[in-house]
């Protein structure tokens, strides 16, 4: 029994410590240690090479006992994990400063001023282009119409709702069109639609959710660098230019994907959500969007108006969202 217990610990030890030795914090300490071999470690690699500068430094290490040894390795690892830990603990608020809820009140009213115009000057620009129809375009037109909307995409329409930072716009961007096209407001109806999802949807939405906090993560390491300029003034633009490369090619990729998948969960199962509220399913997009603002009103304050009324429970077995009379075990109507 205690055989067992050990393995599986040693196991899962084993697992924590592979993962912290890839993980964001382990880029911040190995800044560091590039940082102290530029600043201080240098002059003894260029006197003794690197073979004879790693003995220098761990003759130390080397003349300990082997307990002792073992121990130094151990105390990196939790380091690591300690590290990893301790990101993983602030991520959320990282997330939600780098979408610009934390900027002070002046500041955030001149970046959500400028960002504002280049997304006017994008519409502007793209009204045109959008008004012809694409084969009356060539190559050079039709690219640059499908760069504008993607732009445009990642900007809320109305002026009120923008954010001070494009990675805040992307996931605003995301939660107005979920508003726009179904009345429904995902902030009040996600939680509630996340226990109707099956599995392999949940699993989905977690992977792109873990990959927006696993670059945000990276991003906040390669700012923190900045602190091993101590040793070194290179530490400063390298780990800007990281934060900048992780902020523009992977940040703003993994939170267009985010916003993706979780508009994709609105449009293939929203209809479980008014069935699992015994609510009918509307008939046309008008009357979705009006249904849709009154579910809203409903799971957010509570409603008694006589106009919101309940349908009859799914028969046993039925997907949830099929009206009454449905065959049991088909699919959600459309």
């Avoid at 997304?119 to 039709?142: C, G």
């Avoid at 009120?160 to 726009?180: C, K, Y």
Wanted: hydrophobic share 45%.
């Amino acid at each position: 029994m205690l055989n067992d217990f050990w393995k599986g610990l040693g196991g899962k030890l084993s697992e924590r410590w592979l993962a912290a030795l890839f993980s964001p914090a382990c880029l911040f300490w190995l800044a560091g240690l590039g940082a102290w071999l530029r600043g201080v470690g240098w002059p003894t690699v260029q006197r003794l090479g690197w073979a004879g500068a790693a003995k220098q430094w761990t003759a130390g290490l080397t003349e300990l006992p082997a307990l002792l040894q073992a121990a130094a390795v151990v105390g990196v690892l939790l380091l690591l994990t300690f590290s990893g830990l301790l990101l993983q603990f602030f991520v959320h608020p990282l997330v939600r400063g780098l979408e610009g809820y934390w900027v002070l009140p002046g500041p955030r009213r001149r970046l959500r001023e400028r960002l504002g115009r280049r997304a006017d000057a994008d519409i502007a620009a793209l009204r045109p282009l959008a008004a012809r129809p694409a084969d009356s375009l060539d190559a050079e037109s039709l690219a640059e119409r499908g760069s504008l909307a993607r732009r445009v995409r990642s900007v809320p329409f109305d002026p009120r709702r923008r954010m001070p930072t494009r990675f805040g716009n992307v996931l605003r961007a995301s939660e107005d069109r979920i508003r726009a096209h179904y009345g429904l407001d995902p902030v009040v109806c996600w939680p509630r639609l996340w226990l109707l999802l099956p599995d392999a949807t949940r699993n989905e939405v977690v992977a792109s959710r873990r990959s927006v906090h696993l670059t945000a993560q990276v991003w906040a390491c390669a700012v923190l660098s900045c602190v091993w300029s101590v040793w070194t003034l290179w530490a400063v633009p390298l780990s800007l230019v990281l934060a900048a490369t992780a902020y523009h090619g992977f940040l703003l990729s993994a939170a267009r994907l985010h916003g993706d998948v979780v508009e994709s969960c609105f449009d293939l199962y929203r209809q479980q959500l008014y069935g699992a509220l015994r609510l009918p399913l509307p008939e046309h997009p008008l009357a979705e969007y009006r249904a849709g603002r009154r579910l809203t009103t409903y799971l957010s304050a509570g409603s008694r108006r006589p106009e919101l009324l309940f349908t009859d429970p799914p028969a046993p077995g039925a997907a949830p969202g099929t009206p009454p009379g449905a065959p049991s075990g088909g699919p959600p109507p459309c």
